[in-house]
């Protein structure tokens, strides 16, 4: 992307908070990917179905944006587009900066500004600014997350309920 472009696109991020897909669509080449598959089966009288369940997060690291989506459906191909639209409805500019004490960088850049704590459901994850070229230490779907959208050195600690992969992404999301 040119300066120009990025800087339509920031723009176009942060003065609307209801945005267009269309509009998205241009201005931001989106990374779109899905990290958790669950097949939730029915029961009916006459038959077996499964629904698919995804969870699909979409970013770009130039930009430093990202969004989760869920999406639901029998097919796995129709899932996976409503979790990809909403995915993109639901984009996030993260603050990029550096908050570690540790760093003597001059392009407060490649973390975040300060430590956050967040909580969903019964998951509590904190995300704790490194020093440069710390790398990203978090589980491999919130390496996933955070790398899709430009962030390089973070370490994420989380307490309680782990499994729940979904909470953790939406923790990340909410707490950046
Ligand atoms: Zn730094």
């Known amino acids: 992307m040119t300066g120009e472009e990025l800087q339509k696109a920031t723009t176009y991020l942060r003065e609307n908070v209801i945005r267009k897909r269309q509009i998205i669509d241009e201005l931001i080449p989106l ?11 029915k029961r009916t009288k ?3 179905l499964i629904r ?3 969870v699909v997060i979409s970013g770009n690291q130039e930009v ?3 969004g989760i989506g869920v999406g639901k459906n029998i097919e796995y191909r129709l899932a996976v587009k409503e979790g990809i639209n909403k995915s993109k409805k ?24 300060a430590r956050k704590t ?6 509590v994850v904190e995300l704790i600014p490194g020093p ?11 390496k996933k997350l955070l790398g899709l959208g430009g962030i390089e050195d973070l370490m994420v600690v989380s307490r309680g309920n782990k499994n729940n992969k979904f909470n953790m992404h939406k923790s990340i999301y909410e707490d950046i």
Request: proline residues 3%; charged residues 25%; glycine residues 10%.
């Open 46 to 48: 006459s038959k077996k």
């Open 52 to 54: 698919y369940q995804l």
């Open 132 to 142: 440069l070229k710390l790398g990203l230490r978090a589980s491999p779907a919130g």
């Open 64 to 66: 430093g944006v990202f």
């Open 90 to 113: 639901n984009l996030k500019l993260i603050t990029k900066g550096c908050g570690s004490r540790d760093c003597f960088c001059t392009t407060k850049k490649h973390s975040i500004p």
């Open 118 to 123: 967040h909580k969903v459901g019964s998951t």
């Open 31 to 41: 990374t779109s990917e899905v990290v958790r598959v669950s097949r939730i089966h």
